[in-house]
């Protein structure tokens, strides 16, 4: 799975907040995360499709939040010209 973002440096960020928590099933999945260019990408191996779609959906609901944090409080985000 490959997911862009805006710079390598956001990709890199998402990587390291995704790859802290291991998976459930250490024995039935493994996942790599690398960083190519902008994109960050994905890699699965698992034991069955049932897990595969799972551990995809967990991934993508993830790269989600972490996508979404960015846009709120990255270095670009509106709310860093305003006082908190």
Same mark, same amino acid.
């Not at 990709?11 to 459930?24: H, K, R, Y």
């Not at 994109?39 to 699965?44: H, I, K, M, R, Y």
């Given at each position: 799975i490959?997911v862009?973002f805006a /710079?390598?440096?956001h990709?890199?960020?998402?990587? #390291? *907040?995704?790859d *802290? @928590?291991?998976?459930? #099933?250490?024995?039935a *999945?493994k996942?790599?995360l690398t960083v %190519?260019?902008? %994109?960050?990408?994905a890699?699965?191996a &698992?034991?069955t499709?049932?897990l595969?779609?799972l &551990?995809?959906?967990g991934?993508?609901? /993830?790269? @989600?939040?972490v996508?979404?944090t960015i846009?709120e409080?990255?270095?670009?985000s509106?709310?860093? #010209?305003? &006082?908190?």
């Amino acid at each position: 799975i490959r997911v862009p973002f805006a /710079n390598p440096k956001h990709a890199t960020i998402a990587m #390291q *907040v995704i790859d *802290v @928590d291991p998976e459930l #099933q250490r024995e039935a *999945v493994k996942r790599t995360l690398t960083v %190519d260019g902008n %994109d960050l990408v994905a890699s699965f191996a &698992t034991s069955t499709v049932r897990l595969a779609r799972l &551990t995809t959906n967990g991934f993508l609901e /993830n790269v @989600d939040l972490v996508a979404r944090t960015i846009g709120e409080f990255g270095e670009n985000s509106e709310r860093k #010209q305003g &006082t908190f």
